[in-house]
């Protein structure tokens, strides 16, 4: 048989376990909208029973801890996307720029393309008009502004875009120290085996942060949290971090580099990821399909000028300023040779009024001077190029964002707080609460008698 | 937990909705604006693509039209020059078989040949037509064509030059747009100022008169023959000038095909985003704004 002293300390016991677990639900409402909270649930386990004879006595109940709910590998999932989508994001932002270069406007390249090619046909109808002449110049300046202004916008974008390389590095800098700082004090509480959740959680959404600007994979070990990019550069090994820096290249451009060596080409997540790829590879690539369209543009038509004579009778020159034989640079340099219209070499015989070469000219159009292909139809596949990546990339935006979507409703839907809930937990512990309470004043009152049974008697 | 819990927050999902919905609408709204389904090239990569060459189509189709416009007047003015030289011609030749009547007198024949002086110089003056400040049966050259030169047996020498252009007004179609004027004028044989000169001096001698009356007729049959080129040049501009037409009505509905908005199929889309917009305003309006803490005491 148990004492009422041994009930009391139940009962006493039963007030402060309910006491904790309504502290729990407290911090659940009052983290109702911290982002990355996951929620607290106490865990309530029976305490040892003591056997007196034939009989086993309950001893009441105590709180184990304060779980968190979460789950690692969720969060590992979404940490993924995360790069995926922050990756795609910075790429898409990127090209919808570069594309905006090549949408059809007045002086878009298609247009003063086939503007200059109807300035020379104008012209064969009356050769030696020189304001006609003057018109085939003009639009033919007007498409070598074109391709400069296009070519010298993209590589601007690319100039930007290599400032926020510098400008991810830091932001990734300074989440991997915090992270690191989190590592440690995680592993000291750890270390002593109190609860580190809401450094966890902390921890969590520097993680996620950090996944939008590069890729991260997560190794847990038992000396705490290690962060790598999937090529295997540490970023932070326990309680301690590793920055990475910038080194200007030969181009002027930004290089990445972890741990002394060059990961610039390695990333595969995160916006950091998605601008390099833009950076290094899309936009240099359109510059170069433009410079070859430009070169060959100009080539043939110099060719075609020199194979003519101009209104003097003189053997005609270059139209455009010869492009560089590499062909590199070619759209952002392509200039006019010529400023006099009346040096336009439209006859092919050497007097005035013939327009015979004008027809050399016109061939140009439906030459293949660039890839095999007509000025025309090379330009009009580097805009589909140019539309089908935004497109694509777009596309796997939103399924990136919709994916990242569901997995962030797991991850509420396992860890985040519901306020019905807390209010049925809040009434329940509320409940054994006062019960507990109501216990020990009836056990006073036992208690009481029990004290004033002599006095009762005599 | 048995079941799955519910996700506490809906609000994410139904903000991304929203947002989905939005740019549903805007693209909705700048195809209405712009009545063009492709205002950008990931719109339609394959279409802005397109485009671009059909644009680059239209503005050939527009050039060569302009071209035909600015050719038809010069082979206009090449074509009424030789119609007056023909009838100018018909004159001659009658004065000729008049000229060949033995009843004449002497001062009768001066008359005719004085009157024959005359269609020659108005025949050099036709020869020497412009169109728009140039010689038009000059060749390629810029300088007047037919010169009067004492040296020349007929008196009339040409400078211009053999040369003929040609001008586009259709893909891979090239029209002539000229004959040089020794082609027509001095044609072996029939070198109409030669014949006018022989007749104004076997008038003037009374000698070969028949002769040279017959000269000026072949010589008149072979303008004739010349001057059907300008005919058949400005037929083939104006058949072309048609064709044209035709291929630009077919080039814009190619244009409508590829790039043009379904304005009603965007409107009716832009009617059900509003309406799905609406509904999901209104689900977020009557997302419960309480929870159970209000029913508690």
Redesign the interface.
């Known amino acids: 048989m148990s004492s009422l002293f041994g009930t009391m300390a139940i009962a006493t016991g039963a007030l402060g376990a309910e006491q904790s677990a309504l502290n729990a639900t407290t911090n659940n409402v009052a983290n109702v909208n911290t982002p990355g909270y996951s929620r607290q649930r106490p865990d309530l386990v029976e305490n040892d029973p003591v056997v007196v004879g034939s009989v086993t006595y309950g001893t009441g109940v105590s709180l184990r801890q304060l779980e968190s709910l979460r789950d690692p590998i969720l969060q590992v999932r979404i940490q993924e996307e995360t790069q995926q989508q922050g990756q795609l994001n910075a790429s898409v932002t990127a090209m ?1 720029q570069a ?2 270069q ?3 406007s007045s002086g878009d390249i ?2 003063e ?3 200059f ?2 300035s020379l ?2 012209l ?5 008009n020189l304001s006609l002449r003057q018109g085939v110049l003009t639009a033919a300046g007007n498409m070598a502004t074109a391709f400069n202004n296009t070519a010298n916008n993209l590589s601007q974008q690319r100039s930007n875009l290599d400032l926020e390389v510098s400008q991810d590095v830091k932001q990734i800098n300074v989440l991997t120290g915090q992270i690191a700082t989190l590592n440690n004090q995680i592993s000291q509480l750890q270390g002593v085996h109190q609860d580190a959740s809401a450094l966890v959680d902390q921890r969590d959404v520097l993680i996620g942060q950090l996944s939008g600007l590069i890729d991260v994979s997560t190794i847990q070990s038992d000396n705490g949290l290690t962060l790598t990019t999937s090529n295997g550069t540490a970023l932070v090994v326990g309680g301690q971090s590793f920055a990475l820096s910038t080194q200007t290249n030969a181009a002027g451009m930004q290089d990445v580099y972890g741990q002394g060596a060059d990961i610039t080409t390695k990333l595969s997540g995160g916006d950091l990821a998605g601008i390099l790829q833009v950076r290094d590879q899309t936009i240099p690539a359109l510059l170069s399909n433009l410079d070859t369209l430009a070169a060959g543009l100009a080539n043939a038509l110099n060719t075609a000028n020199k194979g003519g004579f101009d209104l003097s009778g003189n053997a005609g020159g270059n139209l455009f300023v010869a492009p560089p034989a590499s062909g590199q640079g070619a759209a952002s340099s392509l200039a006019l040779q010529i400023t006099d219209p009346a040096l336009i070499a439209a ?1 092919s ?1 050497g ?6 070469n004008l ?1 050399a000219f ?1 061939a140009v159009h439906d030459q293949p001077v660039a890839g095999g292909q007509t000025p ?2 090379y ?3 580097i ?9 694509n990339g ?1 596309a796997e935006l939103s399924s990136s ?1 919709l994916i990242l ?1 569901q997995l ?3 991850r ?3 860890s ?9 937990n ?2 329940q512990y509320q409940r054994a609460f006062d019960a507990a309470a109501q216990v020990i004043t009836t056990i006073n009152d036992m208690l009481y008698t029990v004290i004033n049974m002599g006095t009762l008697t005599g | 937990m048995s079941s799955i819990r519910a996700n506490p927050f809906p609000m994410p999902d139904l903000l991304a909705a929203l947002e989905h919905l939005q740019q549903q609408q805007n693209t909705a709204t700048l195809q209405l604006g712009t009545g063009s389904k492709i205002n950008q090239p990931s719109d339609d990569p394959a279409g802005a693509a397109e485009m671009i060459q059909i644009n680059d189509l239209s503005s050939q189709l527009d050039s060569f039209q302009h071209s035909i416009s600015s050719v038809s007047g010069l082979l206009s003015s090449a074509d009424s020059a030789l119609n007056s030289v023909v009838t100018v011609l018909q004159r001659a030749i009658s004065l000729g078989v008049e000229g060949a009547n033995g009843t004449l007198s002497d001062s009768d024949r001066a008359a005719i040949a004085s009157e024959l002086g005359g269609i020659q110089s108005q025949l050099i003056s036709l020869a020497n037509s412009t169109y728009q400040g140039r010689f038009i049966f000059a060749g390629t050259a810029e300088t007047q064509p037919f010169v009067a030169d004492v040296t020349a047996p007929s008196g009339v020498r040409y400078a211009g030059n053999t040369q003929t252009n040609t001008v586009r007004i259709g893909q891979g179609y090239q029209i002539k747009v000229n004959l040089p004027g020794s082609q027509i004028f001095n044609g072996a044989g029939a070198d109409i100022f030669q014949a006018m000169s022989d007749l104004i001096q076997a008038l003037n001698t009374n000698s070969g008169i028949s002769a040279a009356a017959t000269e000026v007729s072949t010589a008149y049959t072979y303008i004739n023959g010349q001057r059907v080129f300008y005919g058949n040049a400005l037929n083939q501009a104006q058949t072309q000038q048609a064709f044209l037409s035709t291929e630009k009505v077919d080039l814009s509905q190619r244009q409508d095909t590829v790039s043009a908005a379904d304005i009603p199929a965007v409107a009716s889309q832009l009617a059900g985003d509003q309406t799905a917009l609406n509904a999901t305003l209104d689900a977020i309006g009557k997302m419960p704004q309480t929870s159970l803490f209000d029913y508690l005491k």
Do not use: H, K, R
């Not at chain 1, 064969?124 to 030696?128: G, K």
């Not at chain 1, 805009?383 to 497109?391: D, H, I, K, T």
């Not at chain 1, 985040?416 to 049925?424: C, I, R």
């Open positions: 919808q594309q905006s090549f949408t059809t298609g247009t393309i086939s503007n090619f109807t046909d104008q064969s109808t009356d050769p030696t006859s015989d007097t005035p009024g013939s327009n015979g027809a016109s025309t139809n330009y009009s596949s805009v589909f190029n140019v539309g089908n990546a935004v497109a777009s964002q979507n962030q409703d797991q509420n839907s396992i985040g707080v519901s306020l019905n809930e807390e209010a049925a809040m009434v």
